[in-house]
């Protein structure tokens, strides 16, 4: 949270936005059309604060943000600053979160990523334009909290030593895969963690597939099963699409639950679009101020430190997508070796913002893991652990508590923690606890449990003692 002391004469403005460079920008651009922004916060609770301490004459309120978003701090402002316009910021499309926001008392609404001009100009329409000199505010900073996210349990994944190489390209494929014989009374190979899931079983190998998913056995001896085909069938009272695929030896089964598919992808295209939209918004205004400005030295080093860090962000969420495309196709590479892991996890902080004071190491041996997949595993973690928890956050490297052969890196928060319902979900892919504030696409957790398997480790979730929520990636111990 920041809090400017200034002289009256200005349109004074407060902006609450979890994403600082955004703020930066706006900040930069507002002065220099003749406002002055009396104060800044990160999330909704301590923007009100904010307006509570300057009672401003505008207040640019972000929708999404953690601790509490926009729609609810909303009616707060409201109440505490009659007289003051506010004016709501959202990548989202002005329809839906439009129409909510301005019914429980917002004055307008702003499309992010709309030039610094254009944002300027509807500020102006709203409120009415009150020109004056630009304002050269002294700034008394006071850092204001960030949030962090939850992870669960892994499903372990369980393949039969007889599987063929094939299986383990699919065996880690966020849907349900069974393979089973390609003849009467079509015996299990092998079936993925999500199979397990879908089915509610763990079967022995060689159990007939009548035993494990009647309902699937039974459409598939009333089938013609001369090629590959697919149908619609019963599972655990759920409908689901299934795909049968032939190998040389075998028949692949692939099972997609039709009643949460379409929804599930809807969302995700929606969230992930915002996701992407927050840096290209700001990369796009840094580009802006740029070209139309001739700035400070200093000035110019901050907006490329803040290209570098939106840049990383975009990398991270492509990084997860491609993972999930490389986990369908079954293309997904793991590049083991043993190395450091403090190293890359000190690189990792930083690149988050975190200081080598958060990081505790009790255990040093090296890894035999892929320090890329390290970097983003651990930076899922810690992005979750922003957007989700409540600070400090710290990291400790430490050994397994019984076994041995593994490194554990603990991710921890203050923050409430992960609800006791949704944390059967936590790795589901695309899955999103219900009322969360803050944006995400769904994907990050699924990623880390995806890539902690492929090396032979796991991701875990269990509460703090006292409160917060404890993540923890395990990989193996170099000679383990």
Same mark, same amino acid.
């Given at each position: %949270?920041?809090?400017?002391?200034?002289?009256?004469?200005?349109?004074?403005?407060?902006? @609450?936005?979890?994403?600082?460079?955004?703020?930066?920008?706006?900040?930069?651009?507002?002065?220099?059309?003749?406002?002055?922004?009396?104060? #800044?916060?990160?999330?909704?609770?301590?923007?009100?604060? /904010? @307006?509570?301490?300057?009672?401003?004459?505008?207040?640019?309120?972000?929708?999404?943000?953690?601790? %509490?978003?926009?729609?609810?701090?909303?009616?707060?402002?409201?109440?505490?600053?009659?007289?003051? $316009?506010?004016?709501?910021?959202?990548?989202?499309?002005?329809?839906? %979160?439009?129409?909510?926001?301005?019914?429980?008392?917002?004055?307008?609404?702003?499309?992010?990523?709309?030039?610094?001009?254009?944002?300027?100009?509807?500020?102006?329409?709203?409120?009415?334009? $009150?020109?004056?000199?630009?304002?050269?505010?002294?700034?008394?900073?006071? @850092?204001?909290?960030?949030?962090?996210?939850?992870?669960?349990?892994?499903?372990?994944?369980?393949?039969?030593?007889?599987?063929?190489?094939?299986?383990?390209?699919?065996?880690?494929?966020?849907?349900?895969?069974?393979?089973?014989?390609?003849?009467?009374?079509?015996?299990?190979?092998?079936?993925?963690?999500?199979?397990?899931?879908?089915?509610?079983?763990?079967?022995?190998?060689?159990?007939?597939?009548?035993?494990?998913?009647? #309902?699937?056995?039974?459409?598939?001896?009333?089938?013609?099963?001369?090629?590959?085909?697919?149908?619609?069938?019963?599972?655990?009272?759920?409908?689901?699409?299934?795909?049968?695929?032939?190998?040389?030896?075998?028949?692949?089964?692939?099972?997609? #639950?039709?009643?949460?598919?379409?929804?599930?992808?809807?969302?995700?295209?929606?969230?992930?679009?915002?996701?992407?939209?927050?840096?290209?918004?700001?990369?796009?205004?840094?580009?802006?101020?740029?070209?139309?400005?001739?700035?400070?030295?200093?000035?110019?080093?901050?907006?490329?430190?803040?290209?570098?860090?939106?840049?990383?962000?975009?990398?991270?969420?492509?990084?997860?997508?491609?993972?999930?495309?490389?986990?369908?196709?079954?293309?997904?590479?793991?590049?083991? $070796?043993?190395?450091?892991?403090?190293?890359?996890?000190?690189?990792?902080?930083?690149?988050?913002?975190?200081?080598?004071?958060?990081?505790?190491?009790?255990?040093?041996?090296?890894?035999?893991?892929?320090?890329?997949?390290?970097?983003?595993?651990?930076?899922?973690?810690?992005?979750?652990?922003?957007?989700?928890?409540?600070?400090?956050?710290?990291?400790?490297?430490?050994?397994?508590? #019984?076994?041995?052969?593994?490194?554990?890196?603990? /991710?921890?928060?203050?923050?409430?923690?992960?609800?006791?319902?949704?944390?059967?979900?936590?790795?589901?892919?695309?899955?999103?606890?219900?009322?969360?504030?803050?944006?995400?696409?769904?994907?990050?957790?699924?990623?880390?449990?995806?890539?902690?398997?492929?090396?032979?480790?796991?991701?875990?979730?269990?509460?703090?003692?006292?409160?917060?929520?404890?993540?923890?990636?395990?990989?193996?111990?170099?000679?383990?």
């Amino acid at each position: %949270m920041t809090i400017d002391v200034l002289g009256s004469g200005t349109l004074r403005v407060v902006i @609450v936005d979890d994403t600082a460079d955004l703020r930066e920008l706006l900040r930069h651009a507002l002065v220099r059309g003749g406002m002055a922004v009396v104060g #800044e916060a990160g999330d909704g609770a301590a923007g009100i604060e /904010v @307006v509570r301490s300057t009672q401003p004459d505008v207040v640019l309120l972000d929708l999404s943000m953690p601790v %509490m978003d926009g729609l609810e701090a909303l009616p707060k402002i409201r109440a505490l600053a009659p007289q003051t $316009r506010v004016i709501v910021l959202s990548g989202f499309e002005a329809t839906q %979160m439009a129409e909510r926001a301005l019914a429980i008392g917002a004055d307008g609404y702003l499309q992010k990523g709309a030039s610094l001009g254009r944002i300027l100009d509807q500020i102006r329409d709203i409120v009415g334009d $009150r020109p004056g000199p630009p304002a050269t505010p002294g700034e008394v900073e006071v @850092v204001a909290p960030v949030v962090l996210a939850p992870v669960d349990a892994p499903a372990h994944d369980v393949t039969t030593a007889q599987a063929p190489p094939l299986w383990d390209a699919v065996s880690l494929a966020p849907f349900a895969i069974l393979e089973i014989g390609a003849d009467p009374p079509y015996r299990l190979v092998s079936i993925n963690a999500a199979g397990r899931s879908l089915l509610c079983v763990d079967p022995l190998p060689s159990e007939p597939l009548a035993d494990v998913a009647p #309902e699937i056995a039974a459409a598939i001896s009333n089938s013609r099963l001369t090629g590959d085909g697919e149908f619609e069938a019963n599972v655990q009272d759920r409908p689901v699409r299934v795909t049968l695929r032939h190998t040389a030896t075998s028949l692949l089964i692939y099972l997609h #639950e039709i009643t949460d598919e379409i929804g599930h992808l809807r969302s995700a295209i929606a969230t992930t679009a915002h996701e992407i939209r927050g840096p290209v918004a700001v990369l796009c205004a840094i580009t802006e101020t740029i070209l139309e400005e001739e700035l400070e030295t200093r000035h110019v080093e901050r907006l490329m430190t803040a290209i570098g860090r939106q840049s990383r962000l975009l990398d991270s969420i492509t990084g997860d997508l491609l993972v999930a495309a490389q986990v369908q196709r079954g293309t997904l590479r793991i590049d083991s $070796r043993t190395f450091d892991p403090i190293p890359v996890v000190t690189a990792v902080m930083e690149d988050h913002g975190l200081t080598h004071e958060a990081l505790d190491v009790e255990d040093r041996r090296q890894v035999h893991a892929d320090p890329l997949r390290l970097q983003q595993m651990l930076g899922n973690l810690i992005s979750n652990a922003r957007k989700y928890g409540e600070p400090p956050i710290r990291i400790r490297i430490r050994s397994g508590s #019984e076994v041995s052969r593994q490194v554990c890196i603990d /991710v921890e928060d203050r923050g409430p923690g992960v609800p006791p319902d949704f944390q059967p979900q936590l790795f589901r892919e695309f899955s999103r606890a219900g009322g969360t504030v803050a944006a995400g696409s769904g994907l990050g957790l699924n990623v880390v449990q995806t890539l902690a398997q492929a090396q032979g480790g796991s991701v875990s979730y269990q509460p703090r003692v006292g409160t917060g929520a404890v993540f923890t990636l395990s990989l193996p111990a170099a000679g383990g």
